[in-house]
Nanobody
Framework: EVQLVESGGGLVQAGGSLRLSCAAS????????IGWFRQAPGKEREGVSC????????DYADSVKGRFTISSDNAKNTVYLQMNSLKPEDTAVYYC????????????????WGQGTQVTVSS
């Protein structure tokens, strides 16, 4: 059974940083695409970043390029999202998700989802 557990959310001032973690289990970590998605109140869910460590595939939404960095630690079966230069518009619930097809991550349609972690950026 695929399990994804996010942590690291919180309240931060604009310009600050947070690092989210996604601990994964139940699948071959390196072969799966793992992504971060977010949903703000009243808005549609948005893809933030995807990674697949087996081949180095990596993508970011334009809104976070240059500010967010996704990485993975295969030894810990954990994916991280380092978020710098945070803006109030980054406020959302951030979800970790996984799929065995990288394209499904890019399309925002991964099969398995975590419970989410709240990120709030104050102005």
């Amino acid at each position: 059974e695929v399990q994804l557990v996010e942590s690291g959310g919180g309240l931060v001032q604009a310009g600050g940083s947070l690092r989210l973690s996604c601990a994964a289990s139940g699948f071959t970590f390196a072969d799966y695409a793992i992504g971060w998605f977010r949903q703000a109140p009243g808005k549609e869910r948005e893809g933030v970043s995807c990674i697949r460590s087996s081949d180095g595939s990596l993508d970011y939404a334009d809104s976070v390029k240059g500010r967010f960095t996704i990485s993975s630690d295969n030894a810990k079966n954990t994916v991280y999202l380092q978020m710098n230069s945070l803006k109030p518009e980054d406020t959302a619930v951030y979800y970790c998700a996984a799929d065995d097809y990288y394209s499904d991550c890019i399309k925002g349609m991964p099969d398995s989802w975590g419970q989410g972690t709240q990120v709030t950026v104050s102005s």
